[in-house]
């Protein structure tokens, strides 16, 4: 069996170690594992298996010196632009977490249990793309009833958490709270955010455009459509709740024809990697503090809409990190493997 050296760029960052953790916990035909960062992070540790790995600058050349077959990207779309490029021309393919090649016609947007198809177009540029986090768990829940259902229109409202921000956001919130227990949460610093998060919801997530929706929204909408490959109408809301880690989203669709809630609730029993928790009377539903660490997406709330036939309702919730990024990227690799990898 061929085995890959693989290299993560942004290696010392949130979505980085949650991908070195997710190497360490699954059957991967790994030769060597390459963590890359900036100069500033380089010469430090990461600990993977059991070892602790020097992290080593991220170079123009350092994917030809250490002859990477898979990159994984987590370091900003501005890294991204710049060292992608070279990790493609030095043969690996590159899965970036960024958003900077989601909407190039030339580079397959994936989400493996959606459109796993679409990897096959990573040789146009070398580069496959993640998905932004809220896009990736709606649309593993919105295929297999698209599928079955005809779907024409998507509304949806984000609960999304610090994390998504980075570690530095998780640490704003952390710390605000720490002031609120002191008395002088009034005093407390916000730079992550526009405003205090601590015991807030904010209903901005990136900045605003002309339409009056945000960036963030606007890659939802437009995501959603080349994963899906469907002009599927689509309106989001995006807003950063006081949660460090786990998104949640309350999704309202319109389908084609009359739609059973039951009929729906089997059909994601039956989906890949998603858990049906939907007893509501027993309070059983999706929470993010119950999806931490997971690599499922969790769906509940599975109800018909009071007054249309054709509209159903739910609740989704994931790990942000994990699923929205993390499990994902490495879940392209798995799958790029399978199809044949370089040789496909």
């Known amino acids: 069996m061929k085995r890959y050296n693989v290299a993560v760029v942004g290696a010392s960052g949130a979505v980085g170690e949650e991908i070195l953790r997710i190497f360490e916990s699954i059957d991967f035909p790994l030769a060597k594992m390459v963590p890359l960062a900036s100069a500033r992070s380089a010469g430090k540790s990461v600990e993977f298996n059991g070892e602790e790995l020097t992290i080593k600058e991220l170079t123009e050349t350092v994917f030809d010196e250490e002859a990477i077959d898979i990159a994984l990207f987590s370091a900003g779309g501005s890294v991204s632009a710049k060292y992608a490029p070279f990790a493609a021309r030095a043969g690996a393919v590159v899965i970036d977490n960024t958003s900077h090649f989601r909407m190039d016609d030339d580079v397959p947007l994936v989400v493996p249990e959606v459109n796993p198809e679409d990897i096959v177009y990573w040789k146009k540029k070398g580069i496959i793309a993640n998905p932004n986090c809220s896009t990736i768990q709606m649309v593993q829940a919105l295929k297999p009833l698209d599928d079955a259902f005809d779907l024409v229109r998507v509304d949806v409202a984000t609960y999304q958490a610090t994390s998504g921000a980075g570690k530095s956001a998780m640490e704003e919130l952390v710390m605000q709270m720490k002031d609120f227990f002191a008395f002088k949460l009034d005093e407390s610093e916000h730079d992550k955010f526009p405003h205090q998060i601590a015991l807030n919801l904010i209903p901005q997530i990136d900045v605003f455009l002309d339409n009056g929706y945000t960036k963030e929204e606007i890659k939802m ?43 729906a609730r089997g059909i994601l029993q039956d989906a890949p990697n998603i858990v049906v928790q939907d007893d509501p009377k027993e309070g059983v539903y999706p929470m993010p503090a119950a999806c931490v660490e997971a690599d499922e997406t969790f769906v509940g709330r599975i109800r018909n809409d009071l007054y249309r036939d054709n509209v159903l309702h739910m609740w989704v919730v994931a790990d942000n990190l994990r699923v929205g990024a993390a499990t994902n990227a490495v879940r392209i690799a798995q799958k790029w493997i399978e199809m044949g990898g370089s040789d496909a």
């Open 221 to 263: 909408v437009n995501e959603t459509k080349k994963i899906l490959h469907k002009d599927v109408e689509l309106s989001a809301t995006c807003v950063r709740v006081p949660v460090l880690r786990g998104h949640s989203e309350a999704v309202t669709m319109t389908f084609d024809a009359a739609v059973d809630a039951a009929e």
